[in-house]
């Protein structure tokens, strides 16, 4: 079962716009040492939707080599094309990773029998635990509960991450799901309640750069030191809130430039920041005590 804090990793790229393996590299070597408890690459914050497979599956292979068995690696290897997240799924399975994280298919719209099939095809295709994930912000279709229950039978089902932002799917979820039936958070600035109200934990932007704190916030969570998350929740909102003053991976990279942990470089059509956010995102990361 997994739980805790996976951060969902961003992609470094060089000033020429390649894959930048070493600050890759480097962010991983930060959030080992500093506790987390998975590592997800090539999802939103990877900028999935611009890198080419064979990137998307060079980072993958690059994290696992880098982690050297040392976390989990939960693999982002989800697609619009049933046929092509089965194909990455297969190869992140060979290079080593823990699970695969599976979006819900974008553009597409599938009902909600297609997106059962589309879910349970690539389970029964490729013998590796896997993640769904439910993003109706982003994909325009939400994973309804029912089908959500259909699909956690599956034994090679074993979590949701869920950035669905409605709290009362989320709480229908856990108080339906089986036990061994894991339900993450997929918003840091609802990581807390999720967790409180019977969730395992977070795939979080913000571990990007805070990465110790919030295994402690969630940690405390889980063991019911409450007052204690709480105050720490509170201590880490405006960051959370910052992360989407643009939209996710603009900022959490922003910051990452900002710590001097690489370069503020990133696939159109998504571009930098405003002058305006920039000095915002400055503000919360001095406040912060993290420059």
Known sequence: MISGVMTALVTPFAKNGSLDGEALDRLVDFQIENGVDALVPVGTTGESPTVSH?????????????????????????????DEAIRMTKIAKAQG??????????YNKPTQEGLYRHFSTI???VDLPMVV???????????????LMRLASHPNVIAVKEASGNLGQMMDVIAQKPSDFVVLSGDDNLALPLTLMGGSGVISVASNIVPRYMKEMIDAARKGRIEEAKTMHYE???LFKGMFLETNPIPIKECLAQMGMMEP??????????????LRLTEILKSQGLL
Do not use: H, W
């Not at 990137?55 to 697609?79: D, F, L």
């Not at 990773?97 to 819900?104: D, E, K, P, Y």
């Not at 470089?265 to 920039?278: A, D, G, I, M």
């Open 54 to 82: 064979d990137e998307n599956m060079e980072v993958v292979e690059r994290v696992i080599r880098r982690s050297n068995g040392k976390v989990p690696v939960i693999a982002g290897t989800g697609s619009n094309s049933t």
């Open 265 to 278: 470089v990133f696939r159109l059509p998504l571009c930098e920041p405003s002058e305006n956010t920039k």
């Open 133 to 147: 994930y439910n993003i109706f912000g982003r994909t325009g279709v939400n994973i309804e509960t029912p089908t």
């Open 236 to 238: 880490l909102l405006p």
């Open 123 to 125: 389970a029964d295709s």
């Open 97 to 106: 990773a823990f699970a695969s994280l599976q979006v819900a298919p974008y």
